[in-house]
């Protein structure tokens, strides 16, 4: 056991430090199945009160905290970012707050009737003006407006992934068999954590070096936790440590 706690705190240690821009790294070397913050749209569904009530696959303050960080991702590397509600003045209510906060423009969300989001021609048109071929999507409830406008982009000839963990179901059932079946059509799952360290990839890319552990410390749980612990024990060791006390 204290192995593994030491080999973690290392672990923290090594992403704590702001690398010189390293000549060994090239990212043309990536896989091309890997994200990138410039060659998708980000679309995030019904993350809205109304529609969190009902949810039952995950625990509703894992659900905003993983939100938070998706929409706070996609703000920090200017993902191209579709906000959309489903009858949000007369049922579903506002966003979560941690959407409101990254993207805080309410009057450019596009609010639906249609509970597949790709049947409303405005977010197919809005995809389309960007250019990009692959879509992630995140929302409520998993198994009708996120599986449904997956299924569909796809048949549209779009590669389509979905944050699981920033989606939910009214029961795990319905949310894993949904992830199943858009699995099965040829989706890819991904996590919310997985979607800020895939977007940023390199710890020798400073420019944003802070901002990414900053999220990571906000909503990234014990990970977040040990990131703060390894850098505030170093601060207080500048200060020599106990002995100031």
Known sequence: ??????????????????????????????????????????????????????VQSIDIQTLRNNTGLVAGTSKLFNVSTIVTTVAERSFSGPVFPEIREYYSDETKYID?????????KRIVEAVKKTGKKRIVLAGLWTEICITLPALSALEDGYEVYAITDASGG???????????????????????????????????RAGKYVEVTNLAKRYGGAYGLGIDYISTIREWDKEGGDKKH
């Open 1 to 54: 056991m204290n192995s593994v706690k030491l080999t973690f705190v290392f672990i923290l240690a090594l992403t704590m430090n702001v690398f010189a821009q390293n000549s060994n790294n090239d990212p043309s070397l990536a896989g091309k199945s890997l994200l990138d913050a410039d060659d998708h749209v980000l679309i995030l569904i019904d993350h809205e009160g109304q529609m969190a009530l009902s």
């Open 112 to 120: 639906r009737t249609t509970m597949n989001s790709w049947e409303d």
């Open 170 to 204: 009214v029961s795990k059932e319905a949310h894993d068999m949904a992830v199943a079946r858009m699995i099965q059509a040829g989706v890819v799952p991904i996590t919310s954590m997985q979607y800020l360290l895939e977007l940023h990839r390199d710890w020798a």
